[in-house]
């Protein structure tokens, strides 16, 4: 059973790791079955590897074209704008 998430506005650094995992999940993400600290979305026209490192979160797009783009956001941000940012795609 999960506990509740904390409230979209709190920044990532106050989310316990199992919180962080079932949001991911509920984002549609899968977990790696070699690398647990990877996850990927797969959208109808990208897909992401969402990667839950020490000091960032790191988030590489491909878009259905092949284009590559990569970004880091910092667990000081709120998981909204993060969420919004992951799922706008690259």
């Given at each position: 059973m999960h506990r509740p998430l904390p409230a979209p506005e709190i920044p990532l650094y106050?989310?316990?790791?199992?919180a962080l995992e079932a949001w991911?999940?509920?984002m549609g993400c899968q977990?790696?079955?070699?690398?647990?600290?990877?996850?990927?979305?797969?959208?109808?026209s990208w897909s992401a590897d969402v990667v839950?490192?020490?000091?960032d979160?790191?988030?590489?797009?491909?878009?259905?074209g092949g284009t590559l783009t990569q970004r880091s956001?910092?667990?000081s941000l709120?998981?909204?704008?993060?969420e919004h940012?992951?799922?706008e795609g690259p």
């Amino acid at each position: 059973m999960h506990r509740p998430l904390p409230a979209p506005e709190i920044p990532l650094y106050h989310h316990a790791l199992p919180a962080l995992e079932a949001w991911l999940e509920q984002m549609g993400c899968q977990q790696d079955e070699d690398d647990c600290c990877l996850w990927h979305l797969q959208q109808p026209s990208w897909s992401a590897d969402v990667v839950l490192a020490v000091e960032d979160m790191h988030v590489r797009w491909t878009s259905s074209g092949g284009t590559l783009t990569q970004r880091s956001f910092s667990y000081s941000l709120s998981r909204s704008d993060v969420e919004h940012a992951i799922m706008e795609g690259p």
